[in-house]
Protein backbone atom coordinates (compact mmCIF):
# COMPACT_ATOMS: atom_id res chain seq x y z
CA UNK A 1 0.00 0.00 0.00
CA UNK A 2 0.89 3.62 -0.40
CA UNK A 3 -0.28 6.68 1.12
CA UNK A 4 -1.87 9.30 -0.24
CA UNK A 5 0.39 12.31 -1.70
CA UNK A 6 3.48 10.39 -2.30
CA UNK A 7 4.96 10.45 -5.43
CA UNK A 8 2.82 7.61 -6.94
CA UNK A 9 2.82 3.82 -6.16
CA UNK A 10 5.34 2.14 -8.94
CA UNK A 11 6.80 -0.92 -8.41
CA UNK A 12 7.32 -2.64 -5.33
CA UNK A 13 11.48 -3.36 -4.82
CA UNK A 14 12.86 -6.71 -6.10
CA UNK A 15 9.48 -7.61 -7.85
CA UNK A 16 11.30 -8.23 -10.68
CA UNK A 17 8.91 -6.26 -13.08
CA UNK A 18 11.09 -3.24 -13.88
CA UNK A 19 12.62 -3.51 -17.04
CA UNK A 20 11.19 -6.37 -18.28
CA UNK A 21 11.50 -7.47 -21.93
CA UNK A 22 8.59 -8.82 -22.75
CA UNK A 23 5.43 -7.53 -21.15
CA UNK A 24 3.14 -10.46 -20.18
CA UNK A 25 0.92 -8.63 -17.05
CA UNK A 26 -2.62 -6.93 -17.02
CA UNK A 27 -2.91 -3.65 -15.10
CA UNK A 28 -6.09 -2.86 -14.16
CA UNK A 29 -6.93 0.82 -12.41
CA UNK A 30 -10.37 1.16 -11.25
CA UNK A 31 -12.74 1.10 -8.07
CA UNK A 32 -12.24 -1.10 -5.22
CA UNK A 33 -15.17 -1.19 -2.61
CA UNK A 34 -17.00 -2.53 0.25
CA UNK A 35 -20.30 -4.65 -1.02
CA UNK A 36 -23.36 -5.24 1.06
CA UNK A 37 -24.78 -7.89 -0.31
CA UNK A 38 -28.71 -8.34 0.68
CA UNK A 39 -30.93 -10.94 -1.08
CA UNK A 40 -34.50 -11.06 -0.52
CA UNK A 41 -37.85 -12.70 -1.81
CA UNK A 42 -41.05 -10.66 -2.69
CA UNK A 43 -41.49 -7.22 -2.65
CA UNK A 44 -39.61 -4.93 -0.42
CA UNK A 45 -42.01 -4.21 2.47
CA UNK A 46 -42.27 0.08 3.19
CA UNK A 47 -41.87 0.84 5.68
CA UNK A 48 -41.27 -2.57 7.87
CA UNK A 49 -38.73 -5.58 7.99
CA UNK A 50 -38.11 -7.59 4.67
CA UNK A 51 -36.43 -11.13 5.63
CA UNK A 52 -33.03 -10.77 3.99
CA UNK A 53 -29.95 -12.48 4.11
CA UNK A 54 -27.29 -10.10 3.98
CA UNK A 55 -23.00 -10.53 3.73
CA UNK A 56 -20.47 -7.72 3.29
CA UNK A 57 -17.64 -8.83 0.78
CA UNK A 58 -14.84 -7.67 -0.74
CA UNK A 59 -15.79 -5.98 -4.43
CA UNK A 60 -15.68 -3.00 -6.67
CA UNK A 61 -15.87 -3.14 -10.62
CA UNK A 62 -12.04 -2.78 -11.21
CA UNK A 63 -10.97 -4.87 -8.14
CA UNK A 64 -13.42 -7.62 -9.33
CA UNK A 65 -12.03 -7.23 -12.96
CA UNK A 66 -8.50 -7.99 -11.28
CA UNK A 67 -9.79 -11.15 -9.38
CA UNK A 68 -11.33 -13.18 -12.44
CA UNK A 69 -8.51 -12.15 -14.61
CA UNK A 70 -6.04 -13.87 -12.16
CA UNK A 71 -8.44 -16.66 -11.45
CA UNK A 72 -8.77 -17.26 -15.26
CA UNK A 73 -4.91 -17.31 -15.22
CA UNK A 74 -3.39 -14.53 -16.64
CA UNK A 75 -0.22 -13.35 -15.15
CA UNK A 76 1.10 -10.66 -13.05
CA UNK A 77 -2.28 -9.85 -12.39
CA UNK A 78 -1.78 -5.69 -10.59
CA UNK A 79 -4.19 -3.20 -9.20
CA UNK A 80 -4.16 0.12 -8.66
CA UNK A 81 -7.14 1.86 -6.44
CA UNK A 82 -7.70 4.05 -3.45
CA UNK A 83 -9.36 3.28 -0.48
CA UNK A 84 -9.97 4.53 2.77
CA UNK A 85 -7.74 3.92 6.20
CA UNK A 86 -10.37 1.85 7.85
CA UNK A 87 -10.70 -1.44 4.96
CA UNK A 88 -6.87 -1.34 3.50
CA UNK A 89 -5.78 -3.68 5.14
CA UNK A 90 -8.40 -6.30 4.67
CA UNK A 91 -9.40 -5.18 1.22
CA UNK A 92 -5.43 -5.78 0.26
CA UNK A 93 -5.82 -9.41 1.99
CA UNK A 94 -8.57 -10.20 -0.43
CA UNK A 95 -6.92 -8.99 -3.19
CA UNK A 96 -3.71 -10.92 -2.38
CA UNK A 97 -5.92 -13.89 -1.85
CA UNK A 98 -7.09 -13.84 -5.29
CA UNK A 99 -3.53 -13.97 -6.78
CA UNK A 100 -3.43 -9.83 -7.35
CA UNK A 101 -0.87 -7.57 -6.76
CA UNK A 102 -2.84 -4.46 -4.86
CA UNK A 103 -1.19 -1.13 -5.23
CA UNK A 104 -3.54 0.77 -2.68
CA UNK A 105 -3.48 4.47 -1.66
CA UNK A 106 -4.94 5.19 1.16
CA UNK A 107 -7.00 8.31 1.29
CA UNK A 108 -6.51 10.31 4.26
CA UNK A 109 -9.93 11.92 4.51
CA UNK A 110 -12.54 9.72 3.05
CA UNK A 111 -13.33 5.98 3.60
CA UNK A 112 -13.63 3.16 1.50
CA UNK A 113 -16.41 3.26 -1.11
CA UNK A 114 -19.55 1.05 -0.07
CA UNK A 115 -22.06 -0.07 -2.07
CA UNK A 116 -25.62 -1.77 -0.91
CA UNK A 117 -26.54 -4.13 -3.42
CA UNK A 118 -30.30 -5.29 -3.10
CA UNK A 119 -30.76 -8.51 -4.90
CA UNK A 120 -33.68 -9.90 -6.05
CA UNK A 121 -33.59 -13.90 -5.02
CA UNK A 122 -36.28 -14.74 -7.77
CA UNK A 123 -36.08 -15.82 -10.97
CA UNK A 124 -34.15 -13.35 -12.41
CA UNK A 125 -31.41 -12.54 -9.34
CA UNK A 126 -31.58 -8.64 -10.73
CA UNK A 127 -29.60 -6.53 -8.42
CA UNK A 128 -30.06 -2.80 -7.53
CA UNK A 129 -27.62 -0.84 -6.05
CA UNK A 130 -26.73 2.15 -3.43
CA UNK A 131 -23.59 3.53 -4.04
CA UNK A 132 -21.01 5.61 -1.91
CA UNK A 133 -18.00 5.87 -4.06
CA UNK A 134 -15.97 7.20 -0.95
CA UNK A 135 -12.39 7.10 -1.67
CA UNK A 136 -12.27 5.20 -5.12
CA UNK A 137 -13.12 8.33 -7.21
CA UNK A 138 -10.43 10.38 -5.92
CA UNK A 139 -7.65 8.30 -7.37
CA UNK A 140 -5.84 11.37 -9.20
CA UNK A 141 -2.65 11.89 -11.45
CA UNK A 142 -0.17 12.24 -8.31
CA UNK A 143 -1.36 8.34 -7.72
CA UNK A 144 0.29 7.07 -11.24
CA UNK A 145 3.45 5.87 -11.80
CA UNK A 146 4.53 5.07 -15.19
CA UNK A 147 6.47 2.51 -13.87
CA UNK A 148 3.32 0.61 -12.93
CA UNK A 149 3.54 -0.33 -17.10
CA UNK A 150 6.77 -1.98 -17.01
CA UNK A 151 6.09 -5.40 -17.62
CA UNK A 152 2.73 -4.81 -18.64
CA UNK A 153 0.62 -6.29 -22.19
CA UNK A 154 -2.14 -4.79 -21.62
CA UNK A 155 -3.78 -1.76 -19.09
CA UNK A 156 -7.74 -2.27 -18.46
CA UNK A 157 -9.83 1.33 -17.10
CA UNK A 158 -12.77 0.52 -15.15
CA UNK A 159 -15.12 3.03 -16.48
CA UNK A 160 -16.02 4.47 -12.84
CA UNK A 161 -12.74 6.47 -13.44
CA UNK A 162 -14.47 8.99 -15.72
CA UNK A 163 -17.55 9.81 -13.30
CA UNK A 164 -15.29 12.24 -11.02
CA UNK A 165 -12.82 15.18 -12.11
CA UNK A 166 -9.93 13.75 -10.03
CA UNK A 167 -10.01 9.85 -11.68
CA UNK A 168 -10.61 11.55 -15.20
CA UNK A 169 -7.71 13.43 -14.97
CA UNK A 170 -6.09 10.02 -13.72
CA UNK A 171 -7.35 8.13 -17.23
CA UNK A 172 -5.89 10.57 -19.51
CA UNK A 173 -2.57 10.32 -17.54
CA UNK A 174 -2.44 6.71 -17.72
CA UNK A 175 -3.84 6.89 -21.44
CA UNK A 176 -0.86 9.15 -22.70
CA UNK A 177 1.53 6.34 -21.05
CA UNK A 178 -0.02 3.56 -22.47
CA UNK A 179 0.13 4.61 -25.88
CA UNK A 180 3.87 5.87 -25.65
CA UNK A 181 4.64 2.40 -24.63
CA UNK A 182 1.87 0.48 -27.34
CA UNK A 183 0.02 -1.02 -24.82
CA UNK A 184 -3.50 -1.74 -25.43
CA UNK A 185 -6.12 -0.13 -23.53
CA UNK A 186 -9.78 -1.65 -22.24
CA UNK A 187 -12.31 0.29 -20.77
CA UNK A 188 -15.61 -1.20 -19.47
CA UNK A 189 -18.01 1.64 -18.57
CA UNK A 190 -19.19 0.26 -16.03
CA UNK A 191 -22.56 2.01 -15.24
CA UNK A 192 -25.49 2.94 -17.53
CA UNK A 193 -26.99 5.35 -14.61
CA UNK A 194 -23.55 7.46 -14.37
CA UNK A 195 -23.37 7.06 -17.78
CA UNK A 196 -26.51 9.08 -18.48
CA UNK A 197 -25.54 11.65 -16.49
CA UNK A 198 -21.97 12.02 -17.86
CA UNK A 199 -23.60 12.39 -21.48
CA UNK A 200 -22.61 9.60 -24.41
CA UNK A 201 -21.21 12.43 -26.29
CA UNK A 202 -18.65 13.22 -23.16
CA UNK A 203 -17.73 10.04 -22.55
CA UNK A 204 -16.63 9.00 -26.05
CA UNK A 205 -14.71 11.71 -26.40
CA UNK A 206 -12.95 11.09 -23.00
CA UNK A 207 -12.56 7.31 -24.32
CA UNK A 208 -10.95 8.90 -27.12
CA UNK A 209 -7.75 6.30 -27.95
CA UNK A 210 -8.85 2.95 -25.72
CA UNK A 211 -9.05 0.13 -28.03
CA UNK A 212 -11.71 -2.16 -26.55
CA UNK A 213 -14.44 -1.04 -25.54
CA UNK A 214 -16.70 -3.62 -23.13
CA UNK A 215 -20.24 -1.95 -22.71
CA UNK A 216 -23.23 -3.63 -21.33
CA UNK A 217 -26.40 -3.97 -23.63
CA UNK A 218 -27.80 -0.48 -21.75
CA UNK A 219 -24.37 1.02 -21.36
CA UNK A 220 -23.83 0.59 -25.23
CA UNK A 221 -27.69 1.74 -26.65
CA UNK A 222 -27.09 4.75 -24.22
CA UNK A 223 -23.84 5.49 -26.51
CA UNK A 224 -24.93 4.54 -29.62
CA UNK A 225 -28.64 5.65 -29.42
CA UNK A 226 -31.91 3.53 -29.07
CA UNK A 227 -30.55 1.05 -31.17
CA UNK A 228 -30.46 -3.13 -30.33
CA UNK A 229 -27.19 -4.32 -29.06
CA UNK A 230 -26.06 -5.86 -32.55
CA UNK A 231 -26.62 -2.18 -33.94
CA UNK A 232 -24.91 -0.26 -31.05
CA UNK A 233 -21.60 -2.68 -31.40
CA UNK A 234 -21.77 -1.69 -35.09
CA UNK A 235 -22.28 1.75 -34.63
CA UNK A 236 -19.78 1.94 -31.61
CA UNK A 237 -17.09 0.02 -33.52
CA UNK A 238 -16.64 3.06 -35.79
CA UNK A 239 -15.38 4.94 -32.68
CA UNK A 240 -13.82 2.34 -30.75
CA UNK A 241 -11.71 -0.48 -32.63
CA UNK A 242 -13.78 -3.27 -31.17
CA UNK A 243 -16.62 -3.24 -29.42
CA UNK A 244 -18.20 -6.40 -27.20
CA UNK A 245 -21.56 -5.81 -26.12
CA UNK A 246 -22.38 -7.57 -23.22
CA UNK A 247 -26.03 -8.86 -23.06
CA UNK A 248 -25.97 -11.22 -20.06
CA UNK A 249 -28.23 -14.41 -20.61
CA UNK A 250 -28.14 -13.42 -24.27
CA UNK A 251 -24.59 -14.00 -24.95
CA UNK A 252 -22.72 -11.11 -26.33
CA UNK A 253 -22.10 -9.20 -29.80
CA UNK A 254 -18.57 -8.48 -31.04
CA UNK A 255 -17.63 -5.38 -33.31
CA UNK A 256 -14.96 -3.97 -35.36
CA UNK A 257 -15.22 -1.44 -37.96
CA UNK A 258 -18.35 -0.57 -38.37
CA UNK A 259 -19.71 -4.40 -38.84
CA UNK A 260 -20.65 -7.15 -36.19
CA UNK A 261 -18.05 -10.11 -36.96
CA UNK A 262 -19.95 -12.64 -34.26
CA UNK A 263 -22.23 -13.31 -31.96
CA UNK A 264 -21.78 -14.95 -29.11
CA UNK A 265 -24.43 -17.19 -26.92
CA UNK A 266 -24.57 -17.06 -23.34
CA UNK A 267 -23.59 -20.65 -21.21
CA UNK A 268 -26.76 -22.01 -19.33
CA UNK A 269 -26.82 -20.63 -15.55
CA UNK A 270 -28.60 -20.68 -12.45
CA UNK A 271 -28.62 -16.91 -11.46
CA UNK A 272 -28.30 -16.61 -7.79
CA UNK A 273 -26.88 -12.83 -7.91
CA UNK A 274 -25.99 -10.94 -11.34
CA UNK A 275 -23.27 -8.79 -9.16
CA UNK A 276 -20.32 -8.55 -11.09
CA UNK A 277 -21.18 -10.50 -13.54
CA UNK A 278 -19.99 -8.45 -16.16
CA UNK A 279 -17.27 -8.03 -14.36
CA UNK A 280 -16.34 -11.79 -14.36
CA UNK A 281 -17.16 -11.79 -18.06
CA UNK A 282 -14.44 -8.90 -18.38
CA UNK A 283 -11.65 -10.76 -16.53
CA UNK A 284 -12.33 -13.58 -18.64
CA UNK A 285 -11.97 -12.17 -22.03
CA UNK A 286 -8.75 -10.22 -20.85
CA UNK A 287 -6.82 -13.05 -19.33
CA UNK A 288 -8.09 -14.99 -22.86
CA UNK A 289 -6.83 -12.21 -25.04
CA UNK A 290 -3.76 -12.10 -23.03
CA UNK A 291 -3.32 -15.78 -23.59
CA UNK A 292 -3.33 -15.65 -27.49
CA UNK A 293 -7.24 -16.00 -27.87
CA UNK A 294 -8.91 -13.67 -30.60
CA UNK A 295 -11.93 -11.75 -29.22
CA UNK A 296 -14.66 -13.70 -30.70
CA UNK A 297 -13.10 -16.85 -28.11
CA UNK A 298 -12.21 -14.68 -25.63
CA UNK A 299 -16.16 -13.06 -25.57
CA UNK A 300 -17.03 -17.43 -25.54
CA UNK A 301 -14.79 -17.40 -22.58
CA UNK A 302 -16.13 -14.36 -20.71
CA UNK A 303 -19.65 -15.70 -21.39
CA UNK A 304 -18.80 -18.87 -19.54
CA UNK A 305 -17.41 -17.38 -17.04
CA UNK A 306 -19.64 -14.83 -16.31
CA UNK A 307 -22.62 -17.81 -16.90
CA UNK A 308 -20.45 -18.99 -13.56
CA UNK A 309 -20.39 -16.01 -11.74
CA UNK A 310 -23.96 -15.33 -11.31
CA UNK A 311 -24.56 -18.99 -9.56
CA UNK A 312 -22.72 -17.74 -6.53
CA UNK A 313 -23.53 -14.94 -4.26
CA UNK A 314 -20.65 -11.84 -4.47
CA UNK A 315 -18.89 -10.40 -7.40
CA UNK A 316 -15.32 -12.19 -6.55
CA UNK A 317 -14.66 -15.86 -7.85
CA UNK A 318 -14.44 -18.16 -5.55
CA UNK A 319 -10.74 -18.24 -3.64
CA UNK A 320 -8.09 -20.92 -4.71
CA UNK A 321 -8.58 -24.15 -2.61
Known sequence: MTRAGGAGPGVEPGSGVAGSAAGRGLLVVGDVITDVVARYRGPLAAG??????????????????ACWAAHRGAPDVRLLGR???????WHERELVAQGVRPRLVVDPLVPTGTVVCMVDGGASAERTFLTDSGASLRLEPADWSDALLDGVARLHLSGYLLFSEPSRALVTVALEAARARGVPVSLDPASAGFLAELGA????ALVDGVDVLLPSRDEARLLAGPADAAEAAAELSLRVPLVVVKQGHEGAVVARAGKVCARVPAAPA???????????????????????????????EGCRVGARAVEKVGGRPPLPS
Open 48 to 65: TDTPASIRTVAGGAGANV
Open 83 to 89: VGAEAAG
Open 201 to 204: ERFL
Open 270 to 300: TARDTTGAGDAFTGAFLAALLAGAGPEDAAA
